[in-house]
């Protein structure tokens, strides 16, 4: 038999024109990567590519009297466009969060034309552009989007054109069920970590310190990181919000207008614990620090600070509205001054923005690629449909159904916390400030 470790896998058959890939939501470092090396796995094995210009916003707008438009709408990706991309920077092909399943919660809602009317449109927006296989590239709301769109060509008649979806999990926040680490992630945890060690520089000198906000919504896997790598002295995340930390409040669902009961944080409570690491490092003769604080945390704020806080199509609160930073340094600087009659500058900043388009690492361009040559395998290779591609040890493929990540009844996904108590978290307290639990009670 002859060596073949220097051959390229051997091209499959097919019938397949035409893939589109899409990008949606938030940005992350990479992200050009796996676009790329999606595209030139496509176009090797002579499947055209289509480029999808911002999400599904222009798909949604779609309709026989305003055709798709090439080069407005979409773009037809090359090996002269991509040449040198894998290392970019940004999006090649831009970004949106608009949402074709927003009216769609329940399998049963499928039934219902009205609530479907926007992923059919997409799907009538990708036919008539001769689409046969469906890239999609996002955060767990994209993955919610691409788990409708495979349900709605489930429900067509048998004879319909179905178009194979697949997913590709993308977010610095890092919360995804079904993989160890998104790509972007490291990129994004070591720039933010280079500004905390800015931030830490400048406190030092000034006996002061910052209250940084990082990014993650739902999990603290961002912040964990930034403070690790940036040496902060304390990092508090969702998980954190547990025991005396955490208290519930009657409220109105936004959707139902019904009763609920929402978990919240009892804020005077983390306030205190994090003054106890301040007056901690002074008994160590240290008069400076940055702590890091992850956005997510905004979601548990009780409704007296949300008030007249908008939500996206998602459901998300609206974070940027909510300015924790302003108000969590703002109740720092004010309790420790009532514990300690002194006063402690605490200076407010957000983490997060400038890290989506750094300029990718090594690690996040390898796996980055390898899930971008992933959809081409699990497609056209493998034939699967309604799956997520993922990876294990050295960049191993894996390809998991939609199925084991979302809600069968809310089609929701669901989010990957730190676990509590586990080696990750130990670790983040192990290295931070130490605070006796007798002087605090706090999450050590």
């Known amino acids: 038999m002859a060596d073949n470790t220097l051959s390229r896998p051997q091209r499959m058959p097919h019938n397949f024109r035409r893939a589109a890939i899409l990008f949606a939501g ?107 296989l ?60 280079g500004e905390v060690r800015n931030l830490l520089a400048d406190a030092e000198a000034n006996r002061s310190y910052f209250l940084a906000e990082s990014m993650g919504r739902s999990a603290g896997w961002l912040a964990y990181g930034v403070a690790i790598a940036g040496e902060a002295s304390l990092v508090v995340s969702v998980e954190d919000i547990v025991g005396k930390y955490r208290s519930t409040e009657e409220a109105i669902d936004p959707e139902t207008g019904e009763k609920t009961t929402r978990t919240i ?47 996206d199509d998602h459901g998300h609160i609206n974070i940027s509205a909510v300015n924790l930073h302003d108000v969590f340094a703002d109740l720092i600087s004010k309790e420790y001054k009532r514990q300690t009659g002194k006063k402690r500058k605490v200076t407010p900043v957000q983490l997060g923005y400038e890290a989506r388009c750094a300029k990718p690492h090594a690690f996040d361009v390898m796996l980055g690629s390898q899930l971008g040559v992933g959809a081409y395998r699990a497609l056209v290779e493998k034939r699967l449909n309604g799956i997520m591609v993922s990876v294990s040890g050295q960049l191993n493929l894996e390809y998991v159904p939609f199925e084991e990540l979302v809600d069968p009844e809310t089609l929701v996904t669901v989010v990957r916390y730190i676990e509590r108590d586990s080696d990750f978290q130990k670790l983040t307290r192990f290295l931070e400030t130490y605070v006796n639990e007798g002087d605090s009670g706090g999450p050590n």
């Open 26 to 132: 938030g940005p992350a470092p990479a992200a050009n990567a796996v676009i790329s090396a999606a595209a030139v796995s496509f176009l090797r094995n002579e499947i055209e590519v289509v480029g999808v210009k911002h999400g599904y916003s222009n798909l949604m707008e779609y309709s026989p009297s305003r055709p798709l438009v090439d080069g407005q709408d979409y773009v037809m990706l090359d090996h002269r466009w991509l040449r040198r991309t894998r290392n970019s920077q940004g999006i090649m092909i831009g970004t949106a969060r608009a949402n074709p399943g927003k009216n769609v919660s329940h399998p049963s809602h499928l039934k219902d034309e009205e609530r479907v009317a926007p992923l059919k449109t997409v799907y009538e927006a990708l036919r008539s552009i001769g689409v046969d």
């Open 134 to 193: 469906l890239v999609s590239i996002g955060g767990d709301d994209t993955l919610k989007t691409a788990n409708k769109f495979k349900m709605y060509q489930d429900s067509l008649p048998l004879d319909a054109h179905r178009i194979p979806v697949v997913h590709l999990p993308k977010t610095i926040d890092n919360d995804y069920r079904g993989i160890d680490f998104t790509f972007g992630y490291f990129t994004a945890v070591d720039f933010l970590a």
């Open 265 to 311: 944080m009892k804020v005077e409570e983390v306030v205190t614990r994090i003054v106890a690491t301040i007056t901690a490092r002074e008994r160590e003769g240290k008069e400076y620090g940055v702590i890091v604080i992850a956005e997510g945390l905004a979601e548990f704020l009780p409704s007296s600070y949300l008030e007249g806080v908008s939500r």
